[in-house]
């Protein structure tokens, strides 16, 4: 072979080869691409007549074409869920599903849930008939029972009351009132099921809002009941507060001291700031502290008022804040501010476990004790703090004495009654007559010994 031909036919082979080696590289490459990666946020345990799931699935490349769901139980292969990601195709997707249990045609028990997806990448040999996640889960498709035993039938926008049900088979159960949820607390035997709700209306809440009691097991399989008590309408004060450029300059160090010294031309704007946003920062510790209560009552009686303190300022008083002569803000005040002499002794109003004790921007020094389903007491700008956080105090031991912290005009007691974290007016609490009637007579007609009427 002349020696030209064969530098051809060696340029050709090399070519050739490089041409079939780079060909199977990248087929090799395609093929070794990683598919849909899959998990479930949070991983369920159950499934029941409708559960949610979240599903996250992951694509290298290509995007995530489709995916499925399917429930296996013995030799029973079930889809559960079947979808096509039309382009363009994300290589996330978050997916908000659910389940329909009852629809699968498959007995209660045990059973493995499986995830399959496919990407939009090419490969030369693509198997998509496998799973990429197995979650073993429980079908649960019997909701809990769930049975109104008896409830305050009177109740009051912002006022109180209590609901008693027979729940079996419920992880969560309590009572809803106007979108509100209020938890149950299990009393007596465990295996009669009795639970007892503390409910609250908000003042604003209109009087048709709707009182539904509700259970679910964990399977998410729900059922609820409607509670017949009636709302009964209340009408709130007004008033108005002069806030003086004085008063501001002492109050802005303690509630404020981010900000320093405050010029004369900001004094608005700071005020609007504590009056708006430590307020709203304060309903949401009230809240939180909330979740502090004993699943049990603490309490016995009527709750007392501070000796010698007489109410100057309303519960729910819709106040008008004035500076400079102008109308500034609007706000509402929860709770009862209560006049007495300068560092007054404040009593606890009730048997309780102090929860919180500390500044509580605009109410300055606070604490608030709990008396047990979700029931609880705050008393604000005190001067001193005699007890401390975890510690339990029978009615009347002293709190602490009254002051001014926070922003007060004055020396004095600011007292709330909270029920799952909504104030209620604490008029309701003070009066035997109303516990026996609003509390205790529902308890009596379930045949619940809970809570005795004391003194």
Do not use: C
Request: hydrophobic share 40%; net charge positive; no cysteine.
């Amino acid at each position: 072979m002349p020696r030209s031909a064969w530098k051809t036919w060696l340029s050709v082979t090399l070519v050739l080869a490089l041409i079939i080696v780079g060909s199977i590289s990248y087929l090799g490459w395609r093929q070794s691409v990683p598919g849909v990666r899959a998990a479930f946020v949070p991983p369920p345990a159950f499934i029941g007549l409708k559960t949610p799931l979240t599903l996250t699935l992951t694509a290298a490349r290509g995007g995530v074409a489709s995916f499925e769901l399917r429930l296996v139980q013995g030799t029973q292969k079930v889809t559960a869920i079947q979808q096509t990601v039309p382009p363009p195709r994300g290589n996330e997707q978050r997916l908000a599903l659910a389940v329909e249990g009852r629809a699968l045609g498959l007995r209660e028990g045990g059973a493995t849930l499986e995830v399959y997806a496919r990407d939009g990448f090419w490969r030369p040999i693509r198997v998509d008939d496998r799973p990429i996640l197995t979650q073993p889960v429980t079908l649960d498709l019997t909701p809990p029972t769930l049975d109104l035993l008896s409830a305050t039938q009177y109740l009051a926008q912002g006022g109180g009351g209590l609901v008693v049900y027979r729940t079996k088979g419920a992880t969560r159960s309590g009572v809803n009132v106007g979108g509100i949820f209020f938890p149950g607390f299990a009393v007596g035997p465990a295996d009669a099921g009795t639970h007892v709700a503390m409910v609250a209306v908000p003042y604003d809440f209109p009087v048709a809002s709707p009182i539904v009691l509700s259970a679910q097991d964990e399977a998410g399989n729900g059922v609820s009941r409607s509670v017949s008590s009636e709302i009964k309408p209340r009408k709130f004060p007004t008033g108005t507060v002069e806030v003086k450029e004085e008063f501001l300059q002492r109050k802005l160090p303690e509630l404020l001291p981010e900000r320093g010294s405050v010029p004369a031309d900001r004094l608005l704007d700071a005020f609007l700031t504590i009056n708006r946003d430590k307020r709203r920062q304060a309903e949401e510790t009230k809240r939180a502290v909330s979740a502090k209560t004993q699943p049990k009552p603490l309490w016995q009686g009527a709750f007392i008022q501070p000796r010698n303190t007489k109410v100057f300022s309303n519960f729910a008083e819709t106040r008008s804040y004035r500076f400079g002569g102008q109308d500034v803000d609007s706000q509402v005040h929860f709770g009862y501010d209560l006049a007495a002499v300068k560092e007054s002794p404040v009593p606890a109003a009730n048997r309780g476990t102090v929860v919180f004790a500390g500044p509580l921007t605009i109410y300055g020094n606070t604490l608030i004790l709990d008396h047990g389903l979700g029931l609880q007491t705050l008393y604000a700008h005190l001067s001193l703090i005699d007890v401390r956080e975890g510690q339990t105090v029978d009615k009347g031991t002293v709190l602490g004495r009254t002051g001014s912290s926070g922003l007060a005009l004055g020396d004095h007691l600011h007292y709330e009654v909270l029920i799952h974290g909504i104030s209620v007016t604490p008029l309701e609490w003070w009066d035997a007559r109303w516990i026996r009637d609003h509390i205790l007579k529902p308890l009596r007609e379930a045949n619940v010994a809970l809570i005795e009427a004391g003194s």
